[in-house]
């Protein structure tokens, strides 16, 4: 059997694949098992931040694999350490919690909610907020969090003390807290899964005004907008509202899994010895790695991020075959007037990826992809979105 065979004999078939085998890459570029080579304006999903195999990732990740790559938490370890210091010191954020994925980093968040609102206001106060169209992960209380009944159908019941509202409605948000008495809200600042939907500025700004009458926490969701994906280190940074609690995940590890759960002020002591864990959380070789990733996210490479994020707005707004274009940074969400399976195919075809999101194109390209290569895959989709719209 071929991978393509044994694949669709032995593993679970909850992904929709693209029919398409990765077996190298370097930098913005992956090569399939036939050796055609594409420009990747996908980077797995926002996690390959700086693209793949990128050198100094390699060293940071290998010297720690020669030193020691597991200890659990019975131990000290520097690479965590040092990452977490790192991390507080960007963000402002007073402790951090690390898991191994972006569910697991929202499930650490919603936890701490609740263990602050019990010591606060008692057991009996702990709904959350969440917006429709979100996507917070798929675990049995993330699903739950997520405002999109097509992702809980056959998998009722979910964990209780979850409310979802229309997102930039502070009318709606205040309302339902005050209803359900709820204890936080939890956001994406860029809904991506939902379509790249960028949160406005004025709803974000109420949100923290909400926090300010009611006592309630603000939990963003940085999972995909974090780690300078949408041009600033986290995506909060843009709307001028400093979380309680910060969850991030997919562009931090730069390839390997890692999840982390910023804690800030109000909720930095909330967990105490043996009131959560992970086996692997904080492994010392994905923190050596996220921590040069991080370090690598300078003003320089935001502020390229932010040209570059222009640079695809104005050549895609107003293109043929082009009917709207969101996003923020390198997330940017296409509307296409084509069918967007058949654009990603043609895309593919033409040697580009890209990835979609509800019904948009979605465009997640390395954080330092070469302007000439990001050119010509622009040069590419606007081929595609206009020859798409003719229904060729
Ligand atoms: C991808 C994603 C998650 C889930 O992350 P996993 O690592 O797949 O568990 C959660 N929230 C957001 C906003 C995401 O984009």
Redo the contacts with the bound molecule.
Sequence with gaps: MNTFEKDGQYIAHTYARFPLQIVSGKGSLLTDADGKEYIDLGTG?AVNTFGTADGEWIDAVTDQLKKFSHTSNLFYSSPCADLAEELCRRTGMKKVFFSN????A?ECAIKAARGYAAQKWGKDRYTIITLNNS????TIT?LAATGQEIFHKDFNPLTPGFISVPANDIEAVKNAVLEHNAIAVMF?TVQ??GGVLPLEESFVKGLAQLREETGILLIA?E??TGNGRTGRLYGYMNFGVIPDIVTT??GLGGGLPI?ATLLGDAVENVYQPGSHGSTFGGNPVACAGALNIINRIDDNLLSDVRKKSQYIFESLTDASGVKSVSGLGLMIGIEPVGDVKQILAKCREKGVIALSAKNKVRLLPPLNIPMNLLEQAVGVLKDVFAECAKGE
């Design positions: 999903i994925s972006g569910a697991e929202n996507f917070h992960g798929r993330t994406e991506g899964e969701d999972v995909q995940a997919k999840g």
